[in-house]
Nanobody, 125 residues
């Protein structure tokens, strides 16, 4: 499966962005999907994910309060709605998919076999 992320950009603190991830094939019930991010000088880290049964997980309570991950099965799309953005949300955001991801490793970068190119989100103060 090929993934393409889009929707990044420059936004002021407190603003919102919606990231999109287009998959080249049907992913519903076949792949877990997730968003990761990588800030300059940092490792790539988990943001949010949906397992194959539709369960959602967020990396932190703060992200759970501000971000929403969702999918459009008919369009093979996954979204990350981000609200109340902060400067420390600045990063390149990646979408990922994995056929063998389970609930216990949903947040594990190494569990995902397929990655899209990232989309840059810059939050200014």
């Amino acid at each position: 499966v090929q993934l393409q992320a889009s929707g990044g950009g420059l936004v002021q603190a407190g603003g919102s962005l919606r990231l999109s991830c287009a998959a080249s094939m049907r992913i519903a019930n076949r792949y877990a999907v997730a968003w990761f991010r990588q800030a300059p000088g940092m490792e790539r880290s988990f943001v949010a994910g949906i397992n194959r049964s539709g369960g959602r997980m967020y990396a932190t309570d703060s992200m759970k309060d501000r971000f929403t991950i969702s999918g459009d099965n008919a369009r093979n799309m996954v979204y990350l709605e981000m609200n109340s953005l902060r400067p420390d949300d600045t990063a390149v955001y990646y979408c990922a998919a994995g056929a063998s991801v389970i609930a216990s490793n949903l947040a594990s970068r190494t569990a995902y076999a397929y990655w899209g190119l990232g989309t840059l989100v810059t939050v200014s103060s």
